[in-house]
């Protein structure tokens, strides 16, 4: 699976756009760009997910650059709700490697404040 | 409501005691994974299932045992052989055709 990078932290004053960036140089056609966070001491959640569309929930939006080499999630009006550690994973859909393999790394503190 | 629940939410270990975590879920899902987090660290895999009676070895196994007897059962067993067990531990499984996970809300386990 392709390696991201993340900045460790970042601050948004409650109400306005998160924006999380994320780099993946080396990811491949057939991976999937996928994002979830933990709010602390809680198990993580499902944010969203993209190939090479830009992707839009609930949640968040996703935003894949043409060359799908990086990537950012906004947070259209962050809320103290929304501080927590946000990781960045590339997982591939090959079933016949390792099983739904997600590899968390250290992802990107958000902190909200008011 | 469907989802994966994870029991107790906190456990405590004596030096030379086995203790088993339990996470359950009423989701359908076949596959599920046991991951453990240290302060500060991202989550390293421990061991997953794609089946029942069907187990194989993550990243850091040892120390560990598993079982899957049932499909919506998956316990983790932290055996006296892992030396340095203390740390937040989390469950998750998914459907077999699709690549998202759902976590439980964790264990976290201390040694006395």
């Known amino acids: 699976d392709a390696k991201t990078t993340q900045p460790p932290s970042m601050d948004c004053a409650e109400g306005r756009a998160a924006n999380l960036p994320c780099n993946h140089s080396t990811i491949s056609g057939n991976e999937y760009v996928y994002w979830y966070r933990q709010i602390h001491s809680q198990g993580p959640q499902y944010i969203i997910h993209?190939?090479?569309n830009n992707e839009t929930n609930e949640m968040a939006s996703l935003i894949i650059t043409e060359d799908r080499k990086s990537s950012t999630l906004i947070l259209p009006h962050a809320t103290l709700r929304d501080t927590a550690v946000y990781y960045c994973i590339v997982r591939g859909v090959d079933r016949g490697s390792t099983l739904g393999r997600l590899y968390f790394g250290r992802g990107t503190q958000l902190t909200v404040w008011p | 409501d469907g989802g994966i629940t994870q029991s107790p939410k906190y456990l405590f270990r004596k030096e030379g005691q086995n203790v088993t975590l339990s996470c359950e879920q009423n989701l359908n899902h076949d596959a599920m994974y046991w991951y453990r987090q240290d302060p500060g660290q991202g989550l390293r895999l421990i061991y997953y299932?794609?089946?029942?009676?069907?187990?194989q070895k993550g990243d850091i196994a040892e120390g560990y045992s598993v079982s899957r007897e049932k499909k919506e059962s998956f316990p983790l067993t932290v055996t006296s052989a892992q030396k340095n067990p203390t740390a937040f531990y989390l469950c998750?499984?998914?459907?077999?055709?699709?690549?998202?996970?759902?976590f439980g809300p964790g264990t976290r386990l201390l040694v006395l």
């Open positions: 299932s794609q089946i029942v009676n069907d187990f």
């Open positions: 993209g190939l090479k």
């Open positions: 998750a499984s998914k459907r077999g055709d699709q690549e998202t996970q759902y």
